[in-house]
């Protein structure tokens, strides 16, 4: 088993329009407990503060937020359900050998920490797929990373985890980024559609763990 703390600094989450879009309504949602999940997503009781001037319904304008209830209101603070139907939450809830903590959020100061725990492989896939995803700025575990490494890397072949470090340090997988496979085959000093193979296997190797984890 193995509990950890993962940090990101505010600076680190604006590139992430999931996360931009709600920083333009609040100053800080924090999520205080899960109340149940169903086919939708995951209902969250929630505390908000809300930015001045703007309103409570404008959070359910946002694909994957819906705002089910207003339960306390104390000026720009209020205590909500919400249903969050984002994939990361959704993913987060529903694997079977990991659970996540509250309470946990987003600041516009301080930025997002979340707290998980569960098997040791389990999480070492899950903070993998999250450097993926949404690079975190500091996990801290005791004696984690040795076994981050092995979690996600025991069915690439040395070539395959050379294309895919260099693509994360590329910042290929980036939502917003503008890097190209030809970019990252002309640093690697290979043909595009050998680095397009050796991409196409890496990603299904690391996809059939993370298939592991969902059942």
């Not at 089910?68 to 990361?88: M, N, T």
């Not at 092995?150 to 294309?163: A, F, I, R």
Request: proline share 3%.
């Amino acid at each position: 088993m193995r509990r950890v703390n993962v940090r990101w600094n505010i600076s680190s989450l604006h590139g992430s329009n999931d996360i931009s879009s709600i920083l333009k309504i609040v100053d800080s949602i924090e999520v205080l407990s899960h109340l149940s999940v169903n086919d939708k997503g995951v209902v969250q009781l929630a505390e908000i503060r809300l930015k001045e001037g703007r309103e409570i319904s404008e959070l359910s304008d946002i694909s994957w937020l819906e705002v089910i209830e207003v339960l306390e209101e104390d000026g720009d603070l209020l205590v909500v359900r919400v249903l969050c139907s984002h994939p990361f939450a959704k993913s987060a809830i529903e694997l079977s050998n990991i659970q996540v903590y509250p309470p946990y959020g987003i600041d516009s100061q301080r930025g997002m920490e979340i707290r998980l725990s569960g098997l040791s492989d389990s999480v070492s896939r899950f903070v993998s797929l999250l450097r993926v995803v949404l690079p975190p700025d500091k996990i801290s575990v005791n004696s984690f990373r040795k076994e981050e490494r092995n979690g996600w890397t025991d069915g690439l072949t040395d070539k395959q985890k050379e294309v895919i470090s260099y693509a994360i340090d590329m910042g290929y997988f980036d939502p917003d980024s503008d890097i190209k496979l030809k970019d990252i085959a002309e640093g690697l000093g290979m043909a595009r559609s050998t680095l397009g193979e050796h991409m196409k296997r890496a990603e299904f190797e690391i996809m059939k763990k993370v298939s592991e984890d969902l059942r």
